[in-house]
Structures are given as structure tokens and as C-alpha cells.
């Protein structure tokens, strides 16, 4: 395998850990800022790792880092919704934690690590549109 597959096993690898962080932040914002924070070193760390046995350069390093931010994103917007939705904290990680063990199983299939990274995000995107207008309720009724 060329260095191109490598580098497209840490950006999936990097992806698998930034969903598996998010998901065991939860849903507070500042938790999932660190979480994604934590995402960027694990993905880096992946890139050392791999770029220490395997060729590839600092490609690995910055596609783990990039994939550990785009799974901590992607990630981060299924978890609020569930939690918001009625999910308990340990049921929706428990579930994440399933979920990036699979992102990162499915790193090892050739190309399909860039395809991770690229798709995460995009998910996140497309559900933080679709996401319904916050209802005011009653509130909006009321006279003063």
C-alpha cells in the first residue's frame, strides 16, 4: 500500500476518535469544545503513530488531525439531538462509543477514510439545517 492509503487510514482513524470523544462529552458546549480540543491531539497523535511505522509524512499527521476534528463536529450534532430529544447521557454514549468503533473499523477499507472525513461534517451540516425553529409556546400569546 502507497502512503496515500495511510493517510486516508488516519484521517479515518482521527474521525473514529473525534465521534468517540463527542460522545462521551455529552452535550454542554464547553464540554464539546474540549472534546474536539482532545479530538485534534488524539488525530495528531494517530499521524505520529502511523507516520512513525508507515510512509506517509506529515500527510498523516494533518489528515488525523483533520479527521479528529471533522468526527468531534459530526458527532457533536448527533449527541445534542438525542440528549434534547430524551436520550439518557449513558444509553446516547454508550451508542456513540459503538459508532466510532465501527468509523474506525471501516478506516482500514482503502479511500474510504477520506470518504469518513468528508461525510461527517456534511452530515452534521444537513441535520443542523433541518433542525426545527426553537417554538416560543404560550409566550407569544401573553399581553402585557
Do not use: H, N
Request: aromatic share 6%.
Amino acid at each position: 500500500m502507497g502512503s496515500w492509503y495511510w493517510i486516508g487510514v488516519c484521517a479515518g482513524l482521527g474521525a473514529g476518535a473525534g465521534v468517540l470523544l463527542a460522545g462521551l462529552a455529552g452535550a454542554a458546549r464547553t464540554a464539546l469544545i474540549a472534546a474536539g480540543v482532545v479530538a485534534l491531539a488524539a488525530g495528531a497523535g494517530i499521524g505520529f503513530a502511523v507516520d512513525g511505522r508507515w510512509p506517509g509524512g506529515w500527510g498523516d499527521v494533518v489528515a488525523g488531525v483533520l479527521g479528529g476534528l471533522a468526527g468531534a463536529f459530526g458527532a457533536a450534532q448527533i449527541v445534542r439531538g438525542a440528549l434534547r430529544r430524551g436520550g439518557t447521557r449513558g444509553g446516547t454514549a454508550a451508542l456513540i462509543a459503538g459508532a466510532a468503533i465501527l468509523v474506525a473499523a471501516i478506516a482500514l477499507v482503502p479511500a474510504l477514510g477520506y470518504l469518513e472525513a468528508v461525510a461527517l461534517p456534511a452530515l452534521a451540516a444537513r441535520l443542523r439545517k433541518r433542525a426545527p425553529e426553537r417554538y416560543a409556546g404560550l409566550r407569544t400569546l401573553a399581553k402585557d
